[in-house]
Structures are given as structure tokens and as C-alpha cells.
């Protein structure tokens, strides 16, 4: 095991993972806010109620999440080469992880907006607020705990998924810890990776949480 | 009493139609409903759960659309505007919920003026606006807190600010109270009436409390299966009620007649003649009652009854037992039928159950109307103003 040559590696592999991570975090937690919005919203009895762009928003997210990853990943490829232009590095596979998320975060979404009561969502039609009012000053307000910890969940979820990103050439500490660890019988660079993620996630989780509370005020 | 101009609120023929789920029936929840409401009156809308009260309620600020008929709100007919051309229109009108429905993430403070900022109020005419309704309601000290640290009551009265704060010329109640323990309902109650009488404010409760109708409403209507059953002067309806819905609410708010049991009960202690006699308006108080019996030389003693107030006016009953000499009870009972109505329930030795009932009759004309048809204790005679064949059946415990 030679630190030496393998910290500059490490520390490359953690970049790729935030570079993708925290992409995949803004561009599918943003998509995936909407999506959701979008499921609640077009929901029978609710605000824009829809019954035919509900029944596609609900396929498509009923789709998508339960294909795993690593399939997904190879399923989408024509529509990655179309949209980034190659099917493999680190931008190609971030591209598959947004998109993934987007629906994963959806469908928490929209259960957290379904507990809302819609006695308040009343009240504000009651007072004249418009549908996107409703949905600035009520829904993302009055669920915005539980928001917080489904993005944290969120968080850990696209961290799995950055795990396998060595499979389309896109590094990362999963790809360090198979290529430096792994394949080296190296078992101890494997396990500094392993610490490294759960610090990391328990991290995250405490902050989530800790969010959420603060937000909660009741 | 108000005075009485055109319907701020106008119901034309008004039905709602919720189409049944999957294989359901539809539900007709309001079904042709014509109605006017006046501006400046707490009109009273009262009706089991179930009976379209709530959802006619929604119609006048169009939270539900109608699907037959029209509803017309300060002129403006409801049914021909658009969802957006209607949000100008609902923010007119204030309404106060039965779960309160505050936002659990705004404080006391931004929970009322939430409805100025949807109305596009600057910040410092929110602000002055805010302190103005918290010190109407009474809650000044409790304007940055969170309503979850909040009593029920208070919980109410910041939803009445909040309905209050775009000075709404119309306030709807959904059950306003029926959260509440009676205390604080009473005080909920008081705050209604101020809004109406301090503010001018037209107020539309609808309840199913006879509590509610009785201590504030001018006029009411009584709802069942989507239909208005019966529409008054809460004193009118409820003193003289046409319908079985409305006798049996009026005997929730004042048990004031014997049953049966009860009467048969009476009757093991009090051997004399038992009349029940109505106290109403007319009759003033039981001060008609005393006179009446000193000037035909009857003792009297009351042994059961009740007098409330509807409308600010009085009513109820009083059963007394007679004792006299030869004709003169009989004389009594004759002089007191000319002021209002008499029940005899004759003596324990003469019981006079069904011709009692049959004569309880108020002094004024057709106070029963119709009889109707599917009356629970059908066949009985006697159909008098409160149904005494609803109580000789014992409905008075339904």
C-alpha cells in the first residue's frame, strides 16, 4: 500500500464523486421537486387536477424507479449520446444519475406533499391565492421537514449510484476503491473508501436532520 | 334585527352534483336550493352532517362550482366566471374553518396576513393591519408564537382575524365552533357577533349545533338531503317548527318537555292536574302564569321545564301542577290557551295523554302546517307546533 501514489488518487476519485453527486443533487433535486409537484397537483381532487397527464407522470416515475441503476444506465444510453454526445465518461454518466434521481425524488416528493392537510390548501383558495402561489407560500412551506429529510435520503441514494460510475469511465471513490482495492487485493485501500462514505453519509444525515428540525418550529 | 334589503348572497336553483366513484351513484349534495341571505344578517344554515351544508356553504365563494342553477354573490353571478376571474371574488370573502386550517409554518402574525399578501397589501400596511386584528381578536401577546402552541380558541380567533383582515363585506363559518369545548365556543360566538354588529359583516354560519342557531342567528334554514327544508326568523322556525329535521334539533337545544317516563314519574308525586304551558315572547314570562292562576284562585307549582333564549327572545316551557276548586283549573287552563299554548296532561287519576297533546295548539294561526308524511309516530293525533308526537314517541332523545 503506497499512500504516496495513492492520495492524489484518492483525492481525484472524491472530486469526480462530488462533481457528480452534488450535480446530480441540484439538477434531480430540482427536476424531481417539480415532477413531484407536478404528480400531487394533477392528482384526482387536487389543485390542477388531471386525470391523463397524472396517469403519464404516475407511469413514467412507476417506470423508471424501479429499473436498476446499472441497466438504466445502458437503457438510456441512446438518449445520453443525443443529449451529451458520448455514452460513457463522467459527464454521460452524471447525465443517467439526474435523470434517475429525478424520478426517485418525485415519488418522495409528492407522499410528503399527499400529507399536507388540504384543509390549509383550502384556505388559501379560500382567500384567492393562485395555484402557484399555493404552491411557493403552502405546500413547499408547510412540508418543507419532510422535504429536507427525503432530499438527505435523496443524497444517499445518488451516492450508491455514484459508486458504479468506473462502469462508463466516470472515476469516482466506488471506481478507486474496485481499481486500487479490489483488484489489487488491497482490502485496506477498500476500507479507508468504506470509512470515507459512511463519515460522509452520517455527515449529511445529521445535517438533514438537524434541517428538518429547525424547520419543523412546532 | 337587521334591516332588511336584497340578498347579498343570492341561491338560484342552485345544485351540486358530484358525479358517483367508479360504479357510485351520484350525490346530489345540494339539490336546487333557492335562497337569499341579507346583507348584515347572521343567517344561520343548520343540518345533520351530511346534509350539503358544507358544500352549500362552498358555493358562495365558489370553492365548489355549481353544477345546475346559479349562485350570485354582492351581483356578481358565480357560474359564468372563470377559476382566475373568481379569485378576486373569493378574496371578498372571509372564512373561518372547523379545523382552523393555519399554516403550521407562518406565526399567529403571518397566518393573518397571508391573505393581504395574496391581495398584494405593501409591507407596512400589512403590518399595521396585523396589529389591528390581533387586538380585535384579543391575542396582541401572542403575535410572533406558532399555532401549534396555540388553545383551540385561539387557534379560532386567529382564523376569524385572518378571515376578517382583507375587510370582506361577507364571513363564512364552516362549523366554526364544533371543535371547540362550550366555553370557548361561547367565546368564538361572542366574536361572531361583534364582527357582525361592530363591522357590518354579513355572516354565514352553518352548524349543526341548535346552540349555534339559537344564541346568534337572525334567520336560518334547515338543511337535509341537499334541500332546504325550512328557511325563518330563527325565532319563527324555531318556536313554531313545520318540519320533523327542525323538531328534532329544537328538541336538542331545550329539554323542557316531559317525556312519558318523566311524566309518569311526575304524576307518583304531584296528584293535582299537570299542564306543560309554552313561555314564549307572547306569553312574556312565567309572570303571565302566576297572574293568570291568582286571579282564578289556582295554586300552581312548577315540577319540570326550561326557558332559553332564541334570537335574544325567550321561549320554552313550564309544567305545573294545578290545584283549585271545582271549575277553576279548568277555567286557568281555559284563560292561559288565549295568551298561548296549554298541554294538559290531565290528572293522575284522569290522565288525559292524547287529548293533552291534541290541543297543545298556539294561539296564532296554522302553526304546524301540513303534517308530514313520513313523521316518525304517524297515526297519533295532534301534529302541534313541537311535535308532540315526536315526544310522546320519545324522539326527544334522538
Redesign the interface.
Known amino acids: 500500500m503506497n499512500w504516496d501514489y495513492l492520495t492524489p488518487l484518492l483525492w481525484e476519485a472524491a472530486g469526480q464523486t462530488a462533481y457528480m453527486v452534488l450535480i446530480t443533487l441540484l439538477i434531480g433535486g430540482f427536476l424531481g421537486l417539480a415532477l413531484g409537484l407536478g404528480l400531487y397537483l394533477t392528482r384526482p381532487g387536487n389543485l390542477l387536477q388531471h386525470r391523463f397527464v397524472f396517469a403519464v407522470l404516475n407511469l413514467a416515475v412507476n417506470i423508471v424507479r424501479p429499473i436498476p441503476f446499472i441497466i438504466f444506465l445502458v437503457a438510456l444510453g441512446p438518449l445520453t449520446r443525443a443529449v451529451i454526445g458520448s455514452t460513457i465518461g463522467i459527464e454521460a454518466f452524471t447525465f443517467a444519475m439526474c435523470f434517475m434521481a429525478t424520478f426517485v425524488f418525485a415519488r418522495l416528493v409528492e407522499q410528503n406533499l399527499v400529507s399536507i392537510d388540504p384543509g390549509v390548501v383550502e384556505a388559501a383558495r379560500a382567500m384567492g391565492a393562485s395555484p402557484f402561489r399555493i404552491v411557493r407560500t403552502v405546500l413547499v412551506p408547510e412540508a418543507l421537514a419532510p422535504l429536507i429529510l427525503g432530499y438527505t435520503f435523496l443524497f444517499v441514494g445518488v451516492l450508491d449510484m455514484s459508486a458504479i460510475g468506473g462502469y462508463l469511465g466516470a472515476g469516482g471513490l466506488g471506481d478507486f476503491a474496485i481499481v486500487q482495492g479490489y483488484r489489487q487485493y488491497d482490502w485496506a485501500v477498500t476500507a479507508v473508501v468504506v470509512v470515507i462514505i459512511v463519515v460522509i453519509v452520517q455527515a449529511v444525515q445529521w445535517l438533514g436532520n438537524g434541517l428538518a428540525r429547525r424547520a419543523l418550529r412546532r | 334585527m337587521p334591516a332588511a334589503t336584497s340578498g347579498i348572497i343570492r341561491f338560484e336553483g342552485a345544485t351540486k352534483v358530484f358525479p358517483g366513484r367508479g360504479k357510485g351513484a351520484e350525490v346530489r349534495a345540494v339539490d336546487e336550493v333557492t335562497l337569499d341571505i341579507r346583507e348584515g344578517e347572521i343567517f344561520g344554515v343548520i343540518g345533520q352532517s351530511g346534509a350539503g351544508k358544507s358544500t352549500l356553504v362552498r358555493l358562495i ?1 365558489a ?1 365548489e362550482r355549481t353544477t345546475g342553477g346559479d349562485v350570485v354573490v354582492d351581483g356578481v353571478s358565480l357560474g359564468s366566471l372563470s377559476e ?1 376571474r373568481l ?5 371578498g ?1 372571509g ?1 373561518v ?1 372547523q ?1 382552523f ?6 406565526t399567529v402574525s403571518g397566518n393573518i396576513a ?2 393581504l ?3 398584494g397589501w405593501p409591507r407596512a400596511k400589512r403590518e399595521a393591519r396585523v396589529a389591528e386584528l390581533l387586538d380585535f381578536v384579543g391575542l396582541a401577546d401572542k403575535a410572533g408564537v ?1 399555532p ?2 396555540l388553545s383551540g380558541g385561539q387557534k379560532q380567533r386567529v382564523g376569524i382575524a ?1 378571515a376578517l383582515a ?1 375587510n370582506p363585506r361577507i364571513l363564512l363559518a364552516d362549523e366554526a365552533t364544533s371543535a371547540l369545548d362550550p366555553e370557548t365556543t361561547r367565546d368564538v360566538l361572542d366574536l361572531l357577533q361583534r364582527v357582525n354588529r361592530e363591522l357590518g359583516i354579513t355572516v354565514v354560519v352553518i352548524t349543526h349545533e341548535m346552540d349555534v342557531v339559537r344564541s346568534i342567528c337572525h334567520r336560518v334554514a334547515v338543511m337535509e338531503r341537499g334541500r332546504v327544508v325550512e328557511v325563518g326568523e330563527a325565532y319563527q322556525v324555531f318556536s313554531s317548527p313545520r318540519h320533523d329535521t327542525t323538531r328534532r334539533f329544537v328538541a336538542t337545544a331545550l329539554r323542557d318537555r316531559p317525556s312519558p317516563e318523566v311524566l309518569a314519574r311526575l304524576r307518583t308525586r304531584h296528584t293535582g292536574h299537570i299542564v306543560t304551558v309554552g313561555v314564549d315572547e307572547v306569553a312574556g314570562s312565567s309572570a303571565v302564569l302566576t297572574r293568570t292562576l291568582r286571579e282564578h284562585g289556582v295554586d300552581g307549582t312548577v315540577v319540570f321545564g326550561g326557558i332559553t333564549e332564541v334570537a335574544e327572545r325567550p321561549y320554552g316551557s313550564l309544567t305545573v301542577e294545578l290545584v283549585g276548586d271545582g271549575g277553576s283549573v279548568e277555567a286557568a287552563v281555559a284563560a292561559l290557551r288565549a295568551v298561548t299554548w296549554v298541554d294538559d296532561h290531565g290528572t293522575a287519576a284522569d290522565p288525559r295523554k292524547v287529548r293533552g297533546v291534541g290541543q297543545q295548539d298556539a294561539p296564532d294561526a296554522d302553526p304546524a302546517g301540513p303534517p308530514d308524511p313520513g313523521a316518525p309516530g304517524e297515526g297519533l293525533p295532534g301534529n302541534g307546533p313541537f311535535g308532540g308526537q315526536t315526544w310522546l314517541t320519545g324522539g326527544i332523545d334522538l
Not at chain 2, 386550517?101 to 407562518?106: E, G, K, Q, T
Open positions: 365563494n370553492l382566475a379569485r378576486p371574488v373569493r378574496a370573502i372564512m374553518f379545523q386550517n393555519l399554516l403550521a409554518s407562518r397571508y391573505p399578501e395574496v391581495a406558532y401549534s402552541t385572518r382583507t
